[in-house]
């Protein structure tokens, strides 16, 4: 009995500790959508000088919040990459931020 008790807590702890998926939050939504509109149309075959406009844009809109500043340069690191893919894949500039699921549905 004790041996049963012992395995359902266990089961029970592990369903606890499973994380749930991540979320995209708004932030990154709308991080996500101001890159689609800084880098398209057209995209720059130079991806700094895509990284540097949305640096840009991005600091001039969210302007005296200091983290959020330092976020706008980590995302620009991060996920402007695949988002310039999507877009010279030809995926619609309005779908971008949904395909690399940085968007709800």
Known sequence: MKAVLCFVGLVALAAALV???KRASSLDCFMCRLAVNVTD???????HKSEDKF???????????P??????????????????????????????????????Q
Request: one cysteine or more; aromatic letters at 4%; hydrophobic letters at 35%.
């Open 41 to 47: 149309p057209p995209v720059d075959n130079l991806v």
């Open 19 to 21: 994380l749930p998926e």
């Open 67 to 104: 983290f959020l500043e330092q976020a706008c340069l980590d995302y620009a690191h991060a996920e402007l990459d695949p988002i310039i893919k999507e877009l010279e894949s030809g995926t619609a500039p309005e779908d971008v931020c949904r395909e690399i699921k940085q968007c709800p």
């Open 55 to 65: 640096i840009t844009e991005c600091k001039k809109m969210l302007v005296g919040v």
